[in-house]
Nanobody, 128 residues
Framework: QVQLVESGGGLVQAGGSLRLSCAASGRTFGSYVMGWFRQAPGKEREFVAAIRWTGGNTGYADSVKGRFTVSRDIAKNTVYLQMNSLKPEDTAVYYC?????????????????????WGQGTQVTVSS
């Protein structure tokens, strides 16, 4: 069973930075896509970024392009989300998600319904 544990959230001023971590266990993740999503109060969950475990292909939401970077450390089975130039509208609970994929599909997944496993989330609050 896949287990995902997020950490690194907190309170930061606008313009600041945070790095979220997602420690993954329970599988060999070579054929996985790992995603980051967020949900603000009263809003629907939205895609933030994703990365293919093998190959490192990435994808980002337009709202975070140029500010956020997703990466993974294969040796540590950990996925990261480096968030720079944070804005108050980035305030949300951030979730890590995992989806096993196949070698026939070389892309990433952008919808939450496409992911099978989720972490418990970590709160990010950006003050103005």
């Amino acid at each position: 069973q896949v287990q995902l544990v997020e950490s690194g959230g907190g309170l930061v001023q606008a313009g600041g930075s945070l790095r979220l971590s997602c420690a993954a266990s329970g599988r060999t993740f070579g054929s996985y896509v790992m995603g980051w999503f967020r949900q603000a109060p009263g809003k629907e969950r939205e895609f933030v970024a994703a990365i293919r475990w093998t190959g490192g292909n990435t994808g980002y939401a337009d709202s975070v392009k140029g500010r956020f970077t997703v990466s993974r450390d294969i040796a540590k089975n950990t996925v990261y989300l480096q968030m720079n130039s944070l804005k108050p509208e980035d305030t949300a609970v951030y979730y890590c998600a995992a989806r096993q994929t196949s070698t026939y599909y070389g892309g990433i997944y952008y919808r939450g319904s496409q992911y099978d496993d989720w972490g418990q989330g970590t709160q990010v609050t950006v003050s103005s």
